[in-house]
């Protein structure tokens, strides 16, 4: 399978402030079709998982665009350019250009 | 509004069975391929089934192949999640999701499973 490693494991940040997680994948994530499904989600405290970026750079249904996504082939970015409180929690990076897999979560707190 | 709503989970014995539903609201669920997805308690998100909009193909881990089956009823907007054998590291908050652009574009809230003697 497919793993997915997430930098850094907690990230301390003041609000208004960029932060920046890094994804990175054993094996390329280019599908056959050309696309590459590597997807970010965000689950607040006591909440499940949202998706906020899919397809690497695509904000889905109502997400700010202070959420932007990057990257190409194993190595992958989510950058929040000026964070609100509304925006901590845990982020998960995910792939399905393969057998499902998620990264283990970046925890954005306040520093 | 899209709403999944995840019920049928709670405290079962190594070896035994359960099965989880997943009421479906707000789309065409026929239309869209379904995923059960699970959150250990170590936060960890693990794939636990995919099956077809039409139902007539389903994908599983190795982790679960055998012991899981999921399965959906389009006349009732309900997805399903049959677990038998169950082990203790089944234990697991069950989400189950919708998919659009081959992601996990909405969850339900979960329904707890815990596998204990």
């Known amino acids: 399978d497919v793993v997915m490693t997430q930098t850094p494991l907690s990230l301390p940040v003041s609000l208004g402030d960029q932060a920046s997680i890094s994804c990175r994948s054993s094996?390329?994530?280019?599908?056959?079709?050309?696309?590459?499904?590597l997807h970010w989600y965000l689950q607040k405290p006591g909440q499940s998982p949202k998706l906020l970026i899919y397809?690497?750079?695509n904000r889905f249904s109502g997400v700010p665009d202070r959420f932007s996504g990057s990257g190409s082939g194993t190595d992958f970015t989510l950058k929040i350019s000026r964070v609100e409180a509304e925006d901590l929690g845990v982020y998960f990076c995910?792939?399905?250009?393969?057998?499902?897999?998620f990264g283990g979560g970046t925890k954005l707190e306040i520093k | 509004e899209v709403q999944l709503v995840e019920s049928g989970g709670g405290l079962v014995k190594p070896g035994g069975s359960l099965k989880l539903s997943c009421a479906a609201s707000?789309?065409?669920?026929?239309?869209?391929?379904m995923y059960w997805v699970r959150q250990t308690p170590e936060k960890r998100l693990e794939w636990v089934a995919t099956?077809?909009?039409?139902?007539?193909?389903?994908y599983y881990p190795d982790s679960v192949k055998g012991r899981f089956t999921i399965s959906r009823d389009n006349a009732k907007n309900n997805l399903y999640l049959q677990m038998s054998s169950l082990k203790s590291e089944d234990t697991a908050m069950y989400y189950c999701?919708?998919?659009?652009?081959?992601?996990?574009?909405?969850w339900g809230q979960g329904t707890s499973v815990t596998v204990s003697s």
């Open positions: 999701a919708s998919s659009s652009y081959y992601a996990m574009d909405y």
């Open positions: 707000g789309f065409t669920f026929s239309d869209y391929y």
């Open positions: 099956i077809s909009d039409g139902g007539s193909y389903t």
């Open positions: 094996q390329s994530l280019v599908h056959s079709n050309g696309n590459t499904y």
């Open positions: 397809k690497v750079s």
């Open positions: 995910s792939q399905s250009t393969h057998v499902p897999t």
